[in-house]
């Protein structure tokens, strides 16, 4: 079956980098893609961007350009999200979702990676 | 970018009841590329109906998805105790991908 297993709980100080890896397996990685999804505490769902597992092109929100940097890894079906210059209101659970296509449906999601920021 | 209202913020039924969640759009949303997700306290979220009406594998035929252009609507028919949950709608025609501001569906 389908399973994205993300990397545990990260506390960062601001200013700070972050990585947060999404581990795929039970289907052919390069076949699909992997957006971001960012829920802060208490509050909705906020589009972060898109990377296609087989050819890499990303396409990021404007609100993320410039801080974000998507990669996947096809010899260990892993993707990553860095995101820096943390500030304590990107404290939040940072999810990746599989989709076939940068414009398409989000099928399965991992389970959500704890990113606080505090000094 | 295409902006998605959904209401009511927060909707108070019992199990057994009909469940209706609006979801409207600024602009148009391309071919009814519009998604429902649900999610549950502590979890992350689940596709529900893609495509604006098409069933997501293994979702109950009690949730369904109508509407094209600028409204949409999730109707879960019969509520169950464990459909008391979040509920976002998204759409994926323009980018950049937007999410509603999600329903609150609680027991009464």
């Known amino acids: 079956q389908v399973l994205l297993v993300q990397t545990g709980a990260e506390v960062k100080e601001p200013g700070a980098s972050v990585e947060v890896s999404c581990k795929a397996s039970g289907y052919t990685f390069t076949n699909y893609g992997f957006h971001w999804v960012r829920q802060a505490p208490g509050q909705g769902l906020e589009y972060m961007g898109w990377?296609?597992?087989?050819?890499?092109?990303?396409n990021f929100a404007q609100k993320f350009q410039g801080r974000v940097t998507m990669t996947t890894d096809s010899s260990t079906n892993t993707a990553y999200m860095e995101l820096r210059s943390l500030r304590s209101d990107d404290t939040a659970v940072y999810f990746c979702a599989r989709s076939s296509s940068w414009l398409y449906h989000f099928d399965f999601w991992g389970q959500g990676t704890l990113v606080t920021v505090s000094s | 970018e295409i902006v998605l209202t959904q209401s009511p913020g927060t909707l108070s039924l019992s199990p057994g009841e009909r469940a209706t969640l609006s979801c409207r759009a600024s602009q148009s949303v391309s071919s009814s590329y519009l998604a429902w997700y649900q999610q549950k306290r502590g979890q992350a979220p689940r596709l529900l109906i893609y495509?604006?009406?098409h069933r997501a594998t293994g979702i109950p035929d009690r949730f369904s998805g109508s509407g094209s252009g600028t409204d949409f609507t999730l109707t879960i028919s019969r509520l169950e105790p464990e459909d008391f949950a979040v509920y976002y709608c998204?759409?994926?025609?323009?980018?950049?991908?937007?999410f509603g501001g999600g329903t609150k569906l609680e027991i009464k």
């Open positions: 990377i296609s597992a087989l050819s890499g092109h990303t």
């Open positions: 998204q759409q994926y025609g323009s980018s950049p991908v937007t």
């Open positions: 495509g604006g009406s």
